[in-house]
């Protein structure tokens, strides 16, 4: 499948690669890329963190699973490949950026731009099956993930962490709040978004956290 995780990462994670559920999670997902369409690509499923190495993480945001439409997932949480039409969510997102920030909004949804800068853009499952959300939940992609944000719990300091729903809350539960940022809102969904996604401030309010520690702050627009 030539997957491969940026170097920086291997330490932090050691402990996992080896683990039973790890390798019982790499042969379930060889598998099934093996017989059925996955997504994203094989090379793109450790792509936040190649694009955001550990000693550069600055802000954390949690998705839950990759886009499954044809064309959508790149392995970043929320963002699009460029010129694919962005989905519901992501336009919510940058509507709030926007706002917040008051810049335009970008014509592209490819978030990659925020990966170079130290946003982790994080899926809790980092793999699914075309047309079938959730498809690869419960397999071991989230005991992953939570290690990943232990991770930087423990090994950095004055991470911003933003969490929007209620299942990334829940996963940021272990999160020190006494080291890192941890901003909490609702989903930017459409079910959700004007329920206080809306009016979060929290891109202002990150790099105002980013500033006061002196740490170079985001571009988000």
């Known amino acids: 499948m ?11 994670l050691s402990s996992q690669w080896s ?9 379930y997902v060889k598998g099934r890329y093996a017989v059925t ?8 499923i450790f792509a936040a963190f190649d694009a955001c190495p550990f000693d550069k993480v600055k ?21 699009v490949p460029p ?14 950026m926007s706002t917040d920030l008051n810049a335009p909004m970008p014509a ?16 809790a499952t980092l793999t699914v099956e075309a047309h079938q959300a959730g498809s690869h939940q419960g397999k071991g992609w989230e005991v992953f993930t939570d290690a990943v944000i232990e991770a ?14 209620s299942y990334a809350i829940r996963k940021g539960a272990m999160i020190d709040r006494s080291k890192h940022l941890v901003l909490t809102s609702p989903h930017p969904s459409p ?12 891109f202002s309010k990150a790099n105002d956290y980013l500033i006061a520690n002196g740490i170079e702050p985001i571009r988000w627009l």
């Open 108 to 123: 592209s949804g490819d978030l990659s731009y925020l990966a170079e800068q130290g946003v982790l853009l994080l899926n």
């Open 191 to 202: 079910l959700s978004a004007h329920r206080g996604f809306f009016g979060n401030h929290h």
């Open 37 to 44: 369409q996955v997504y994203p690509s094989p090379s793109r």
């Open 2 to 12: 030539n997957v491969k995780i940026h170097n920086s990462w291997q330490a932090p």
């Open 59 to 79: 802000v954390v945001i949690i998705g839950q699973d990759p886009y499954h439409g044809p064309g959508q997932a790149n392995g970043l949480c929320f963002s």
């Open 83 to 96: 010129g694919v039409a962005m989905p519901p969510s992501l336009i919510n997102i940058f509507k709030e």
């Open 152 to 165: 930087i719990n423990r090994g950095r300091e004055h991470v911003v962490f933003m969490l929007w729903g």
């Open 19 to 27: 683990a039973p559920y790890f390798e019982q999670l790499t042969a």
